[in-house]
Antibody
Framework: QLQLQESGPGLVKPSETLSLTCTVS??????????WGWIRQPPGKGLEWIGS???????YYNPSLKSRVTISVDTSKNQFSLKLSSVTAADTAVYYC??????????WGQGTLVTVSS | EIVMTQSPATLSVSPGERATLSCRAS??????LGWYQQKPGQAPRLLIY???TRATGIPARFSGSGSGTEFTLTISSLESEDFAVYYC????????FGQGTKVEIK
């Protein structure tokens, strides 16, 4: 059974960079035809796709966040990571990592709350 | 960006009744639409993809319909575990979600 687990600081200061890692177990992050992505959910609000990395290494970012987002992969550790720069309070959210096809998101991590505050 | 609009924001339904949730896309997404269920403190769970295909293990009381810009999720007879927030998601152009419909106990 594929499992994903987010990890990283729960508190980030304004203007700094948010960094999260997703560790994948029960399957390879190099699996053909899958994307590995990040989605966030501000408290009490809906879901926003942040960006994804295809198994080949190509990256795709939400145009509204593209200038601040970097997704990278470490295949030796079966992990992928998110960096979001210049954060503000509006970036406070639960951040999920997920596996998806070109269509739907089928495996999700449990989510991790990141608060932006001084 | 394709904007997904869900209605109503909140739906009050009694157990055993039918619930009908709507999702509208700002432009055609063909049948490239999924529905997810999210309970408090949990990640979303895929219910429907391709607008009408139930994901593995999803009960038959969940059904989806529609194409183009108008979509519907129907829960034929609500059970206690179905009270949750439901999101639609298009995958015709990148991936975007609706703002959700909360199904609450009447």
């Amino acid at each position: 059974q594929l499992q994903l687990q987010e990890s990283g600081p729960g508190l980030v200061k304004p203007s700094e960079t948010l960094s999260l890692t997703c560790t994948v177990s029960g399957g390879s992050i190099s699996s053909n035809s899958f994307y590995w992505g990040w989605i966030r959910q501000p408290p009490g609000k809906g879901l926003e796709w942040i960006g994804s990395m295809y198994y080949s290494g190509s990256t795709y970012y939400n145009p509204s966040l593209k200038s601040r987002v970097t997704i990278s992969v470490d295949t030796s550790k079966n992990q992928f990571s998110l960096k979001l720069s210049s954060v503000t309070a509006a970036d406070t959210a639960v951040y999920y990592c997920a596996r998806h096809s070109s269509a739907f998101f089928d495996y999700w991590g449990q989510g991790t709350l990141v608060t932006v505050s001084s | 960006e394709i904007v997904m609009t869900q209605s109503p924001a909140t739906l009050s339904v009694s157990p055993g009744e039918r619930a009908t949730l709507s999702c509208r896309a700002s432009q055609s997404v063909s049948s490239n639409l999924g529905w997810y269920q999210q309970k408090p403190g949990q990640a979303p769970r895929l219910l429907i993809y391709g607008a009408s295909t139930r994901a593995t293990g999803i009960p038959a009381r969940f059904s989806g319909s529609g194409s183009g810009t108008e979509f519907t999720l129907t829960i034929s007879s609500l059970e206690s575990e179905d009270f949750a927030v439901y999101y639609c998601q298009q995958y015709n152009n990148w991936w975007t979600f609706g703002q959700g419909t909360k199904v609450e106990i009447k």
